[in-house]
């Protein structure tokens, strides 16, 4: 599970985080070097990830995550063109439900779940040979295990950056797209910092703050929302961005 979540967050960085604007246009007017560069990102990622599991495996796993990253988004770009948004929504999901598979499907070229010894002697050898300080009290190891503490990481990368483009596809289903593209950066922007404070609200047992995130929300917006056609495209955003929060707040809370 541990090769598989670190993969996960290198995809979720790479397709969220580090994926320009300018690379998504090119991607979807199929620019073939644009979907080398994301899949050559995507591989680079994959690699550093998992390369304390065994250089060589690392490789192969990577190469083979990138090729079928390539070729997902590939195939998504050219089946997107001319459709709906509902279908293009539908595309989307798809495509990361794939990507996630792809991830599972060659875990076999890695011949051991635990790290390889030669990479973990190389990193300590780079470590001085004694402490440079004594810290006092004593520096006490969390109760937190790498496998919980990188579900965390998946958990916020997915609600956080990724709830951002799935809230994007569905007020363009939704709504007018000229509208949706218009406050697309400005929401995106909001609903990201939005779902950060309410996920961590809802895993710290605080629920009840997460009124107040709503209301500042809404006072911020309060001349725009007489606007009948704003009002809407505001409602359904907050909705879907108030859900994935509320769904990833509770996810995270069952593992600690």
Same mark, same amino acid.
């Given at each position: 599970?541990?090769?598989?979540?670190?993969?996960?967050? #290198?995809? =979720? %960085? /790479?397709?969220?985080?580090?994926?320009?604007? $300018?690379?998504?246009?090119?991607?979807?007017? *199929? &620019?073939?070097?644009?979907?080398?560069?994301?899949?050559?990102?995507?591989?680079?990622?994959?690699?550093?990830?998992?390369?304390?599991?065994?250089?060589?495996?690392?490789?192969?796993? #990577?190469? =083979? %995550? /990138?090729?079928?990253?390539?070729?997902?988004? $590939?195939?998504?770009?050219?089946?997107?063109? *001319? &459709?709906?948004?509902?279908?293009?929504?539908?595309?989307?999901?798809?495509?990361?439900?794939?990507?996630?598979?792809?991830?599972?499907?060659?875990?076999?070229?890695?011949?051991?779940? #635990?790290?390889?010894? /030669?990479?973990?002697?190389?990193?300590?050898?780079?470590?001085?040979?004694?402490?440079?300080?004594?810290?006092?009290?004593?520096?006490?190891?969390?109760?937190?295990?790498?496998?919980?503490?990188?579900?965390?990481?998946?958990?916020?990368?997915?609600?956080?950056?990724?709830?951002?483009?799935?809230?994007?596809?569905?007020?363009?289903?939704?709504?007018?797209?000229?509208?949706?593209?218009?406050?697309?950066?400005?929401?995106?922007?909001?609903?990201?910092?939005?779902?950060?404070?309410?996920?961590?609200?809802?895993?710290?047992?605080?629920?009840?703050?997460?009124?107040?995130?709503?209301?500042?929300?809404?006072?911020?917006?309060?001349?725009?929302?007489?606007?009948?056609?704003?009002?809407?495209?505001?409602?359904?955003?907050?909705?879907?961005?108030?859900?994935?929060?509320?769904?990833?707040?509770?996810?995270?809370?069952?593992?600690?």
């Amino acid at each position: 599970m541990r090769l598989f979540l670190l993969g996960l967050c #290198a995809h =979720l %960085v /790479g397709d969220f985080l580090l994926q320009t604007g $300018s690379t998504v246009e090119a991607k979807k007017d *199929g &620019r073939l070097w644009a979907h080398l560069r994301h899949g050559l990102v995507i591989m680079v990622l994959t690699w550093l990830a998992t390369h304390c599991f065994g250089l060589r495996a690392a490789f192969f796993y #990577a190469l =083979l %995550v /990138g090729l079928a990253h390539i070729l997902i988004d $590939s195939a998504k770009s050219f089946l997107e063109k *001319g &459709r709906s948004a509902g279908t293009k929504l539908l595309l989307f999901l798809a495509d990361q439900g794939l990507h996630w598979f792809s991830l599972l499907v060659f875990f076999p070229l890695f011949p051991s779940t #635990a790290p390889d010894p /030669g990479v973990l002697a190389f990193y300590r050898g780079l470590l001085p040979a004694r402490p440079v300080f004594y810290p006092n009290p004593p520096v006490t190891v969390s109760s937190l295990s790498l496998e919980k503490s990188l579900w965390i990481i998946v958990i916020y990368l997915t609600a956080v950056f990724g709830g951002a483009v799935l809230t994007n596809r569905i007020l363009a289903w939704l709504t007018d797209n000229q509208q949706a593209e218009r406050n697309r950066r400005l929401s995106s922007a909001i609903g990201i910092m939005e779902r950060l404070i309410l996920i961590t609200l809802v895993a710290a047992d605080s629920i009840s703050a997460m009124g107040f995130v709503l209301a500042a929300k809404s006072l911020a917006r309060y001349q725009e929302l007489n606007n009948r056609n704003f009002a809407e495209y505001y409602l359904v955003g907050t909705l879907t961005s108030f859900t994935l929060a509320l769904l990833a707040g509770l996810w995270l809370r069952a593992l600690l």
